[in-house]
């Protein structure tokens, strides 16, 4: 935009082209849609446009468009010339390349700076054949850019025998699924050359799955839409080293940067399109700005600009004029009409092209009569002679770019040829290919038709191709080829599944956590050792059960959490073994309720700790209402809440067996399925809940007296069960089959040795090796 109004102040300043008029502009936003673009033309040519669309005129009303510079895009221009035809309004594009719009019976009014993809084509097939590439991919986009390009190339290759391995079309915009399946083929296929008629933004999704596929063997040839994007290199370098691309030619405009960088603040509050632009630059917000185009978040946010920016002081895509390809192009467009203009001002009456030799009205403008001079207008600009066809198309010159990597690892596009149609045979196109870098070192690469397929794929006959020439595509999951060049696989049976060289159908794995396995086999030994290890305190309790140690802390309780913590030793082992329903239901009730008792019993431990040392103060009677009976009943309270959750799970959606394939598609995973992930987590929530309460008692009464407190003890025993179980969750979530079942039974045992170890041990150790701590006197002793 800012190309085409330094053209048009450059014109007016010039004496020797219209001296004698001065131009002006509208300026529109096509927004790359079809109905905007349309609407925005109309009120062009009928001298409509909005007040702040950008304009040197006066009398906006009067001041019509006797031609339009644009659109950008084949779709978008051909929509717009089909609304303008009964205007005869002269479009000049500067990057439409679709062959389609040469046709001047269906677009008469159309001219463009842009070569068309007719020649374009041209080029493409004379490279591919003078590397002896005779087998490449194609793909593109569902456009009609791209459906007339590859056209167009098909037909030109076929002329020097090379054949298209395969052609690909992806949606705009492009669909994940698709794009995996393209890039899938590409890895599959022999052709190692790849043609990509795209813009940017499909490049860019079509190589990132690339690397996520390791497609990394591929050399690109690119369209002119993006043989020169600098912005793919940075992330893509090592996919694009090497790629050869041919480029529309470059311009250097003299005092074009300086126009650039001389915008200014003032400037840029007087048009949307400025302040989007100042705005997102310097990410500041012009005061009263007229922008209401924002990008990400807090751009609402920002604060206001000072008025001081300059453009000069910071680097963007907008300032850098090192590659003026296409806005050479709205250049050469300007100059066009400014010459179509001149011409018509030259004029003499009665020797005019016109009926009775009259000349064309230059006030106001009239549009077919300008497009009738443009189309016959030739001229000089920059050294280069500009001319068009019958077809309103520029003789065609590209420069052959190749992307190399400089030794500060920044993209160097160097020409190492270029291609004049205007040159008849091999003369059209010279290649320098000593200057030529490959992505694969100095050799050329290599790229003809397929060998035969091997077993586990099948061929892809590719349709008006030779049958000699074919992709050979690895079967499907779940399918095998157990011939050579076998052109359709064979789906394995529901029960078995391909082998690794997907040539042969093998049963399917199935997989649980089972006794005769290693990981099964050391959960079951543990299992029976902690109900052995408690087992046996429970046995030293009973023998020293009228010692003080064994008295202190409620003997009733220790008992009672000794024999529960024996039942969740021994419920792991409900975890190994084939599953069934049954099976399934018993074992996430049994270890819900088996661990609800022993922290019922550990918190109402603790409560005793409290009482007790409350109740040896002088006058307190506070022991009678927390007394054996009360401490049984307490444990049986909130284990009754456990079981109520368990019974509304298991009458609702109770736990099952299952077999599962999702995760791995050859092996039958049998597991448990819990059924209702909300009574799952509600047993393991109410169970956390208790040990909070448990540890905050606790923890509040590891200060008492250390010779009669056991809360000390209690605290590091629900930090261990905190620890593990909280480590538990995220294991559990991320793993699958069998694991899952095995750290679900580690989770079990490590929390039940953790409250063995952490309460007992102390005492048994006391007990047994310093029996002269185990008196009365000591406990009692401060």
Known sequence: ???????????????????????????????????????????????????????????????????????????????????????????????????????????????RTMPSDAFQTKALAKLVSHFHWTWVGVIGVESDYARFAIQLFLQEAARYHVCAAYVHFLS???????????????????????LSVAGDSEMRTILTECRRQNVTDLLWIASEAWSTSQSLWTDFEDLLVGTLGFAIRRGDIPGLGMHLTSLQTSQALTLHFMAEFWEETFNCRLNSSVNTHTHGEGANNRELCSGHEELNEVYSAYTDVSQLRVSYNVYKAVYLIAHALHNMSLCVPGKGPFSNGTCGSLSPVVPW??????????????????????????????????WQKGQDGLLRLVKVGYYDDSLAGEKGLIINESAVRWHKGFQTPVSICSKGCQPGFRKAIRKGQPTCCFDCIPCAEGEISNETDSVNCLTCSEDTWPNQAQNHCIPKTIEFLSFHETMGIVLWVVSAFGAFATVAVLGVFVIYRKTPMVRANNMELSFLLLLFLCACFLIGLTFIGEPTDWFCQIRYTAFGISFTLCISCILAKTVVVMMAFR????????????????????????????????????????????????????????????????????????????????????????????????????????????AVWITFIPVYVSTSGKYTVAVHVFAILASAFGLLFCIFIPKCYIILLKPEKNSRQHMMRK
């Open 172 to 194: 705009l915009p492009p669909i994940k699924d698709a794009v995996v399946d393209l890039v899938r083929i590409m890895k599959t296929s022999s052709a190692k050359v790849v």
């Open 369 to 402: 009569q300008l497009l009738h001079y443009m189309k016959q207008t030739t001229f000089t600009t920059l050294g280069e002679e500009v001319r068009f066809d019958e077809n309103g198309d520029p003789i065609a010159t590209y420069d052959l770019m190749n």
């Open 615 to 722: 109740a040896t103060l002088p006058g307190s009677n506070v022991m009678k209402w927390f007394g054996p009976a009360k401490q049984r009943a307490s444990v049986i309270i909130c284990t009754s809440i456990q079981v109520l959750i368990c019974i509304i799970w298991l009458t609702t959606r109770p736990p099952y067996a299952a077999h599962n394939t999702r995760f791995l598609s050859a092996t039958i995973i049998l597991e448990c399925v819990v059924g209702s992930e909300v009574g799952f987590w509600c047993v393991l929530g109410y169970i956390g809940l208790l040990a909070c309460m448990c540890f905050l008692m606790a923890f509040l009464a590891r200060k008492l007296p250390d010779n009669f407190n056991e809360a000390k003890f209690i605290t590091f025993s629900m930090l261990i069960f905190f």
């Open 1 to 111: 935009m800012r190309t085409m109004t330094f053209a048009v102040e450059e014109i007016n300043q010039k004496q020797d082209l219209l001296p004698h008029l001065k131009l002006g502009y509208h300026i529109r936003d096509s927004c790359d849609d079809i109905p905007v673009s349309m609407t925005n033309a109309l009120l062009l040519v009928n001298g409509q446009p909005d007040k702040d669309s950008g304009s040197t005129c006066t009398d906006l009303h009067k001041k019509v468009s006797p031609a339009i510079v644009g659109d950008a895009g084949s779709g978008v221009s051909m929509a717009v010339l089909r609304t303008l035809g009964s205007f005869h309004v002269p479009l000049v594009s500067y990057f439409a390349s679709c062959s389609c719009l040469s046709d001047q019976k269906e677009f008469p009014a159309f001219m």
